[in-house]
Each structure stands twice: as structure tokens, then as C-alpha cells.
């Protein structure tokens, strides 16, 4: 293809041939020895957004459930998890259709996606649902001021370009505010469904406020010791080690392409290598305190869970829960309260119902505190089917910092409990048991709820034990 002609896209193994062997600079604490954007980008799931099987599974199973809109359904879901596919059949008027996921679809959400959209709207409500807009001039977006263009232009037939818009949360909120219409059973939309918010929760936060954007945590920047920003070349020079442009000289920021997020179980599934590294990253999360005291042969215990993260907790696609293991042992050390067990096989809690109400005071074992988004029909009934909701039953999910509620994002089932505040929740548990009392509480991290399996050709096997986010034991007299 001769240059001056338009290319939206580029496969990621084009831009891999420079952006891959850059090593982490002397003094820099990084998550990796080597912390090129390739490297990083494959490790994570926005580079297995197309390959998903879960993704796969479910795009089947909202066809099956609202066949009308088979052809439309797939197209929906193509939008942000094979976009180098499904964008140039927009202004076509044509529909991606999962029959012909082709390799650049499988891609996911690749270099030339985030890297080519442009700043106007972004922010705007018609970004949202994947409404971004890709630059047609064949420029390529970074946060760097004039960089050296011609190894790009040469190899990418691309031109990089300072554009401030990459470092801004809006970028990331076209993709991750995601509104969908509801359906009802003759494919017809009869309401919309705000599935998934993170942007607008960070929106609603302190992060905002302080400007600590989605990128500031999800590509965390190289910084040493003391915390302060390290600089690396952003280049190489062709599948030459260490060889770098001679005219290029190390920059700052640097941001790692890690995207970790809370799916270190999807990772495991797929045998991606970076699984560790996402549940190190979820155990930064939450914190947890315990306090209390016995009375009159009753322990009184109060847990409070923190969220660290800079929007709800969990955060994102309906199937994510976080819910309290509590373990009280009397003075002898047996086990005389526990609320919150479960099966790793099935991933299910073990002796309480799956579907728990918001709790702030538990008194029996069957009563769990789980932080979610349940979804429900036009009609208040329980769902699974992502276009066939309406709303939340049940949104639980522990606020940011800061949270200032508005009518899209508010928590659900949440009204009389006084300590379901920004920043936190505390749950109250009253054990009839004498002092002193040995408590353990853990918060656990599930990417699927096995409840959003059932009918799926994907069932997950093997790896549906939750992850542990953070423990605690106190001794409370
Ligand atoms: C506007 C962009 C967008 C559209 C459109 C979209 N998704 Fe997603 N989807 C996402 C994002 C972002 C995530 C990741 C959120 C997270 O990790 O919490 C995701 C995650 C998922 C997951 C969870 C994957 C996992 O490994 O846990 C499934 C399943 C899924 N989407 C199915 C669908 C289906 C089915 C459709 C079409 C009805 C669809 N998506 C359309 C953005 C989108
Ligand atoms: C999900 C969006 C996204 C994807 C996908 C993505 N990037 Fe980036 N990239 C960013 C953001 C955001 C920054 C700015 C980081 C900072 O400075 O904080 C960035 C910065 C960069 C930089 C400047 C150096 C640096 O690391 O700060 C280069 C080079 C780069 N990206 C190349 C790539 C390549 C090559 C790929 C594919 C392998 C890729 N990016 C995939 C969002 C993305
Ligand atoms: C032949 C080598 C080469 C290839 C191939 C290549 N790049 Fe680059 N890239 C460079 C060089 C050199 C720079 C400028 C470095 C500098 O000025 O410090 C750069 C800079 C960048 C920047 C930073 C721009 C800025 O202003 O912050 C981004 C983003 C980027 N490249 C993305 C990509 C993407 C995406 C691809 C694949 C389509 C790609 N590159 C392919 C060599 C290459
Ligand atoms: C083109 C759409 C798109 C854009 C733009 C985008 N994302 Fe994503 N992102 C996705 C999709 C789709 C997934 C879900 C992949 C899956 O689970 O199958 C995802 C997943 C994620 C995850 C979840 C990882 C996990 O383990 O659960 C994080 C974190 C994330 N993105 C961060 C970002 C950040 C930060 C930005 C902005 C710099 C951004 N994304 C921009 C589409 C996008
Ligand atoms: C203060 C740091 C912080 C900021 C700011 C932040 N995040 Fe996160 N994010 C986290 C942490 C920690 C997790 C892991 C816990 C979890 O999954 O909720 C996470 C998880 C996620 C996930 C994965 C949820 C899942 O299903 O596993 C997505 C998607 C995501 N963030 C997107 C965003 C977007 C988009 C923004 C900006 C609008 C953003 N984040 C801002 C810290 C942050």
C-alpha cells in the first residue's frame, strides 16, 4: 500500500517490531524487566478481548435468548471486543457477525485502537457504547511531544503525534461506559440498561477531583524508590535489542501497558502468563478492619471494607462479586461462627443461598455480606441476559471516595444502612459466643458468579475459586 493511502488499522506485530525490547531502567521499580508496550499489552485481557470465551459464550447466548436480533446482537458485541473489525463496517452500514470473527477482530482492543482516536466528543454521551471516532490521516497518538516520525512513517505508514487526549479518563470511558438497549422477547427496545460504569463512577469520585485518571492506576508510570518518575527511550530501533534511534532520547512519563484489572481467573483460563500479576494487583484493592467487643456472652464485631480503587468495588461487567469470609473461634480455638465459606469446585457459597440481600448486620452463617449488581427484567424478575435488562435488584458495590450519587449510577437495596458510605462499608455480626474471640475475615474476588454460567456453552471448570484479596485475624475481648 502505497503511503497517503488510508489505513485505520495496523496489526499489533507491526508496531511489536519497535515497542518491544525496551528494558526497565536501572532504579526504576517495574513491573517487569522488559516494559515495552507490546510485551505488557499481550499479558492483558484488552488483547484478549476478542478471544474471550466467555465473551464468546455469551454473545451465543443473548442471540439464543432474543433470536430477532441475532444479526444486530452480534454486531453490538463486536463494537469494543473486536473493534478493528467491526469499526470500518460502521460507515458501511454493514454488521460484524461472530460467523466471521476474522484475526484482526480476534486482536481485541489493540495498539491502533487507543492510539488513533480522536479527542472530539470524547466525554460526550455519543462516545459512550463504543462511540469513539479513529483518525483518518494515518496519525498515531502519544503523550509525547514532538516525536522522531520517520522509523514509523517508514515501517507503520503511520505518523506519531502529540495528542494529550490518550492521558485522558474519556478515552477509556467510550469503551467502559456501557449502555444497552433492553430488549423485549420480539427484539424490539423497550428501555436501555447502563450495564457497565466505571468512567461515570470515577466521574462521580474524589479520583476526578484529584485528577488520578483510570491511566494513572492502569498504566501505572516507571518511578524509582523514592517516587519519582524514571525516564526510558519509548523505541527501538527494528528487532535490534538495544539499539535506539540516534536522533531519540529516553522520555517521561513512561506508562506500562499493564491494564491489570480484577480478572486474574479469565487469564488462567486462557493460560496467560499474567495471572499473578492481576491478583497481586486486586490484593492493592480493599483493605479491611475489625473491631468489637464482648458483652454479656455475645461478641459484637464490626468489619469494615475499604475501597482503594478509583471507581465501585467490584467495578464493571455484572458477573464480578466481592463478598466477607468471617471465622469467629472461641478461647478453645474451635470454629463456632462462619459466614461467607464456599466450594472451589463450584465456586458457590456453602451454606447460604447464592442470592444474598445487602446485609449490615449478620447473626447466622446463611447470611453473607456479597458486593454486587444483580440484574432484573422490566417486570423486577431475576436475569442473566445482558439485553434483556432493565436495571438492578440489588447494586451494592462499595462506593469511591468522594461519591456523589446520581440517578444512573445509584446504589441499589442500600437505603437503611447507615454506614454504606463513600469509601466503605462496615457490616455488623452478633455471635453468641463468650470472649476472647478469634476473628478471621477475608475479602474474596470472583470474575464470574457461577449463577452467570448456567446455559452458557462456557462453564469455567477448574477455575472458579475466588481469589483472596486481603485477610485479617484479630483477637477481640
Ligand atoms: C461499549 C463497549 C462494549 C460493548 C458494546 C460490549 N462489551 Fe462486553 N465488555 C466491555 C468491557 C469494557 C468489558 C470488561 C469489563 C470488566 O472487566 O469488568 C467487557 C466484558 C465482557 C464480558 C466478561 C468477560 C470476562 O472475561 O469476564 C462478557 C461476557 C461480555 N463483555 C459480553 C458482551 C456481550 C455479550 C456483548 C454484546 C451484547 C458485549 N459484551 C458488548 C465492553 C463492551
Ligand atoms: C487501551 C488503550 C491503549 C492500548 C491498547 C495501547 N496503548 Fe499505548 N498508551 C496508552 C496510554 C494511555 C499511554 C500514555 C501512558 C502515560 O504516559 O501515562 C500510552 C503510551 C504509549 C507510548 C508512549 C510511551 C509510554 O509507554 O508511555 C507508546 C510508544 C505506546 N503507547 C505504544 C503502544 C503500542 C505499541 C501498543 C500495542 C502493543 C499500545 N500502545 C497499546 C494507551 C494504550
Ligand atoms: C520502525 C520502528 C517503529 C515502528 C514499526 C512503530 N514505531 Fe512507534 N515510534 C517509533 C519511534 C522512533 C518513535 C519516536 C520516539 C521518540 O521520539 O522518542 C515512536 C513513537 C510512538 C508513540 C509516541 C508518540 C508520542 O508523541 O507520544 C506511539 C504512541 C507509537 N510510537 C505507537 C506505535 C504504534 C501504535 C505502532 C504500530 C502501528 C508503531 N508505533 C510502530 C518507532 C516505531
Ligand atoms: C475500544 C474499546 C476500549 C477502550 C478504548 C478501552 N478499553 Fe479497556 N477493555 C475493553 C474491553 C472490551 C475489555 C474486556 C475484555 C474482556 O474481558 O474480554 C476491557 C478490559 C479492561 C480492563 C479489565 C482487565 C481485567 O482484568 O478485568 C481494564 C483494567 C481496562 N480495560 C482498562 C482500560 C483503560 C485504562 C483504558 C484507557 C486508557 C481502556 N481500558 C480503554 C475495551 C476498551
Ligand atoms: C485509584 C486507582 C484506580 C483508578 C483511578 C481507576 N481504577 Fe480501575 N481498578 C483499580 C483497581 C485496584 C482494580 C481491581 C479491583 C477491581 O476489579 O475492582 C480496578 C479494576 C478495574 C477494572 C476491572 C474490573 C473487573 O471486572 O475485573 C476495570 C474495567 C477498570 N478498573 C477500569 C477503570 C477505568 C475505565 C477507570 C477510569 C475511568 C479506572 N478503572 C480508574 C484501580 C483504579
Not at 122 to 147: C, M, Q, V, W
Not at 194 to 220: G, I, M, R
Request: charged share 20%; net charge neutral; aromatic share 8%.
Amino acid at each position: 500500500m502505497a503511503w497517503g493511502q488510508q489505513k485505520l488499522f495496523e496489526p499489533a506485530e507491526t508496531c511489536a517490531m519497535c515497542h518491544t525490547k525496551i528494558p526497565a531502567p536501572a532504579g526504576a521499580k517495574a513491573a517487569a524487566a522488559v516494559v515495552g508496550a507490546f510485551p505488557l499489552w499481550a499479558g492483558s485481557m484488552m488483547a484478549h478481548a476478542g478471544k474471550d470465551p466467555y465473551w464468546k459464550a455469551k454473545v451465543q447466548f443473548e442471540g439464543d435468548t432474543t433470536p430477532a436480533a441475532r444479526a444486530v446482537i452480534e454486531d453490538k458485541c463486536m463494537r469494543c471486543h473486536a473493534p478493528m473489525q467491526q469499526y470500518p463496517l460502521r460507515a458501511k452500514g454493514e454488521l460484524a457477525r461472530m460467523g466471521a470473527l476474522n484475526p484482526e477482530g480476534a486482536e481485541g482492543v489493540s495498539c491502533t485502537v487507543c492510539h488513533k482516536i480522536v479527542p472530539e466528543g470524547l466525554g460526550e454521551r455519543a462516545s459512550f457504547t463504543g462511540g469513539f471516532k479513529i483518525n483518518t490521516e494515518n496519525e498515531i497518538y502519544g503523550p509525547h511531544k514532538d516525536p522522531f516520525p520517520m522509523p514509523m512513517m517508514h515501517h507503520a505508514e503511520q505518523f506519531p503525534k502529540e495528542g494529550r487526549q490518550i492521558l485522558d479518563s474519556a478515552l477509556c470511558g467510550s469503551c467502559h461506559t456501557v449502555i444497552t438497549p433492553t430488549l423485549n422477547a420480539a427484539g424490539k427496545q423497550i428501555g436501555e440498561f447502563v450495564e457497565q460504569a466505571p468512567y461515570l463512577e470515577w466521574l462521580a469520585s474524589d479520583f476526578k477531583k484529584s485528577n488520578v485518571t483510570c491511566q494513572s492506576c492502569h498504566l501505572p508510570v516507571l518511578k524509582d524508590a523514592n517516587g519519582a518518575q524514571v525516564e526510558q527511550y519509548i523505541a527501538h530501533m527494528p528487532h535490534m535489542g538495544a539499539g535506539f534511534f540516534p536522533p531519540t532520547r529516553p522520555r517521561k512519563p513512561f506508562g506500562q501497558h499493564l491494564f491489570l484489572g480484577g480478572n486474574a481467573q479469565m487469564l488462567r483460563v486462557m493460560g496467560v502468563e499474567t495471572a499473578g500479576r492481576a491478583e497481586e494487583f486486586l490484593r492493592g484493592a480493599v483493605a479491611l478492619e475489625v473491631r468489637g467487643r464482648v458483652e454479656k456472652g455475645v461478641s459484637e464485631l464490626a468489619v469494615e471494607v475499604f475501597n482503594k480503587t478509583g471507581h465501585k468495588l467490584p467495578t464493571g461487567f455484572p458477573s464480578r462479586r466481592m463478598w466477607l469470609h468471617v471465622r469467629v473461634k472461641d478461647a478453645g480455638g474451635a470454629v463456632v461462627f462462619e459466614s461467607g465459606a464456599w466450594d472451589a469446585v463450584s465456586g458457590e457459597l456453602v451454606g447460604a443461598a447464592a442470592r444474598q440481600e445487602h446485609r449490615d448486620r449478620i447473626t447466622r452463617g446463611s447470611e453473607v455480606a456479597v458486593y454486587e449488581a444483580a440484574m432484573k427484567t422490566p417486570d423486577g424478575a431475576p436475569t442473566m441476559s445482558l439485553l434483556r435488562a432493565a436495571g438492578y435488584s440489588k447494586d451494592n458495590r462499595i462506593l469511591p471516595l468522594g461519591f456523589v450519587s446520581n440517578a444512573q449510577i445509584a446504589p441499589v437495596g442500600v437505603a437503611a444502612d447507615a454506614d454504606f458510605k463513600a469509601g466503605s462499608d462496615k457490616v455488623h455480626y452478633s455471635v453468641p459466643v463468650g470472649g476472647p474471640v478469634t476473628v478471621t475475615v477475608e475479602a474474596l474476588y470472583q470474575s464470574v458468579a457461577p449463577a452467570h454460567l448456567e446455559g452458557l456453552a462456557f462453564q469455567m471448570t477448574g477455575h472458579r475459586a475466588p481469589v483472596v484479596m486481603s485477610s485479617l485475624e484479630r483477637v477481640i475481648r
